[in-house]
């Protein structure tokens, strides 16, 4: 099993941003798909998730406007759009996959979002 972000980097506040997560190794049309983040010094925050076939989406509240999650199971593919940046987006992105949203069971390595001016 592998997932593998990418996207992420350095981008100026009012920026955006397009992470992608590539998945192998699993049906990824099977699973839940969450994109959980983890600030400098802080402990692991959920921003989103999107069901099996990509038409139900969740928000941690303080991300909704901003965050847009979505997915391409022809490519096993899950994506998170972030726009209007700002400082305190700045953390590790991860993807995460479960069979049920709550409880995800592969993690990938994450990828560095930092905001900066």
């Known amino acids: 099993v592998q997932l593998v972000e990418s996207g992420g980097g350095l981008v100026q506040p009012g920026g955006s941003l397009r992470l992608s997560c590539a998945a192998s190794?699993?049906?990824?049309?099977?699973?839940?798909m969450n994109w959980v983040r983890q600030p400098p010094g802080k402990g692991l925050e959920w921003v989103s998730s999107i069901n099996k076939g990509g038409d139900r989406t969740d928000y941690a509240d303080s991300m909704k406007g901003r965050f847009t999650i979505s997915r391409d199971n022809a490519e096993n593919t899950v994506y998170l759009q972030i726009n209007s940046l700002k400082l305190e987006d700045t953390a590790v992105y991860y993807c995460?996959?479960?069979?049920?949203?709550?409880?995800?069971?592969?993690w990938g390595q994450g990828t560095q979002v930092t905001v900066s001016s």
């Open positions: 190794g699993f049906t990824f049309s099977s699973y839940w």
């Open positions: 995460a996959a479960g069979i049920t949203p709550s409880l995800p069971q592969y």
